[in-house]
């Protein structure tokens, strides 16, 4: 079921995917923007403040790639799905580097496509209710590592440090079950909680090792989100 009054932003310079998402996804109850081009589609992203964006990488004017930099930079939270062509496994990789969310390869199916859009948008609600508190409910997953689960901000050595969403619930799952080993298959089922379909475990790698470099002293040699080589990520509480 699709949630009330959610505005999904398409960016998409071809007309006849354009035609079948909005047709689709109004008919799931979403209203929908378009845009045909890049320069459009950033534009419309900032001004509109869409729920979610579903975003081709190639694109007139301005790559996908280039939007979601931007957004980021700008420290725009929206949920970004990327829409990749099957082959491009580096274009998956860069776009998560970039801070998009999720992708979804084409062809895609509609129910897919609905199910991926759904789960993002109710992650992200479930961060912008939670009440903007200060560090007063922080709780330290390390000598010098809080998390503050009710405003989702994770502060080092006192400063707050500025993940996505994903890097937020892949850290505080781990952090929650310290020096506990999962395999990038279990975390891709809890932190990326649907039916991943049959699909690449380098997201989890991308999203360890950004999480790494805003988190981490030394990002070569991790102290916090360790690797169990052949086994998987564990959260280490000692430093
Ligand atoms: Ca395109």
């Not at 310079?13 to 909005?22: A, F």
């Not at 869409?50 to 957004?71: A, Q």
């Not at 776009?95 to 979804?104: M, P, Q, S, T, V």
């Not at 991926?116 to 939670?130: D, E, I, P, Q, T």
Request: hydrophobic fraction near 40%; charged fraction near 30%; proline fraction near 4%.
């Amino acid at each position: 079921m699709a949630e009330q009054n959610k505005t999904i932003l398409i960016v998409e310079d071809e007309t006849n995917i354009v035609d079948i998402l909005r047709f689709n996804l109004q008919r799931s109850g979403y209203a929908t923007l378009e845009a045909y081009d890049g320069e459009a589609g950033l534009k419309i992203a900032r001004e509109q403040n869409p729920d979610l964006i579903l975003l081709d990488l190639m694109l007139p004017k301005m790559s996908g790639f280039e939007i979601c930099r931007s957004l980021r930079e700008a420290g725009n939270p929206v949920p970004i799905v990327m829409l990749t062509a099957r082959e491009d496994e580096s274009d998956k990789v860069t776009g998560l580097e970039l801070g998009a969310d999720d992708y979804i390869t084409k062809p895609f199916s509609m129910r897919e496509l609905l199910a991926r859009v759904g789960a993002n948008l109710r992650r992200f609600s479930v961060r912008a209710s939670a009440p903007a508190a200060g560090a007063a409910g922080a709780m330290t997953v390390a000598k010098a590592l809080s998390i503050d689960t009710d405003s989702h901000q994770v502060f080092r050595d006192g400063g707050a440090i500025n993940l996505t969403q994903r890097e937020y619930e892949l850290l505080t799952f781990l952090a929650l079950r310290p020096n506990k080993v999962f395999s990038r298959e279990e975390l891709m089922a809890q932190v990326w909680n649907y039916g991943y379909v049959g699909d690449d475990l380098r997201t989890v790698d991308v999203t360890v090792r950004r999480l790494r470099e805003k988190l981490e002293p030394d990002p070569a040699t991790p102290t916090y989100i360790r690797t169990r080589r052949g086994a998987g990520y564990y959260f280490s509480s000692e430093e």
